[in-house]
C-alpha cells in the first residue's frame, strides 16, 4: 500500500509540472500571437506606404 501512495505521489508530482508547463507554453503562444498581430499590422502599413510613394514618384516623373 505505501508503495502505491509512492507512485500516485510521484505522478502527481509529474502532472503539476506538466501543468506548469502547459501554461508556461500557453502564455508564450500567446505573446507570440501578439507579436505575430503587431508584425501584420506593420506590414499593411509598410505596404500602404511603399504604393502612395510609389504613385507619388511615378506621377513627378510624368
Partial sequence: M???Q???D???DIM???VDKVLERD???SEL???ADALQAGASQFE???AKLKNK???KNC
Fill in 16 to 18: 503539476r509540472v506538466n
Fill in 57 to 59: 514618384y511615378w506621377w
Fill in 48 to 50: 500602404s506606404s511603399a
Fill in 2 to 4: 505505501q508503495q502505491t
Fill in 6 to 8: 509512492a507512485q500516485v
Fill in 27 to 29: 502564455q508564450k503562444l
Fill in 33 to 35: 500571437d501578439d507579436r
Fill in 10 to 12: 510521484e505522478v502527481v
